[in-house]
């Protein structure tokens, strides 16, 4: 479990903020990413791996092209 911050009203114990919650959401996106350019690289189409992944064609171009 990662750190949680609390906003200062306590009344709500729900956490505004949570670390490890973050880290898992950019370790996931990591992966995809990685995902994405592995199937790229195997000579997949974007229309193909956007499919695939559920991404938007846009979204895969913008992964290829950072890589």
Excluded: C, T
């Amino acid at each position: 479990k990662g750190w949680v911050i609390y906003s200062d009203e306590r009344q709500s114990k729900e956490p505004i903020y949570s670390i490890g919650q973050e880290i898992k959401e950019k370790g996931k996106a990591e992966g995809e990413a990685q995902i994405i350019l592995n199937m790229f690289q195997k000579g997949l189409s974007l229309e193909q791996i956007a499919d695939f992944v559920g991404k938007s064609i846009q979204e895969v171009q913008k992964v290829v092209e950072h890589k």
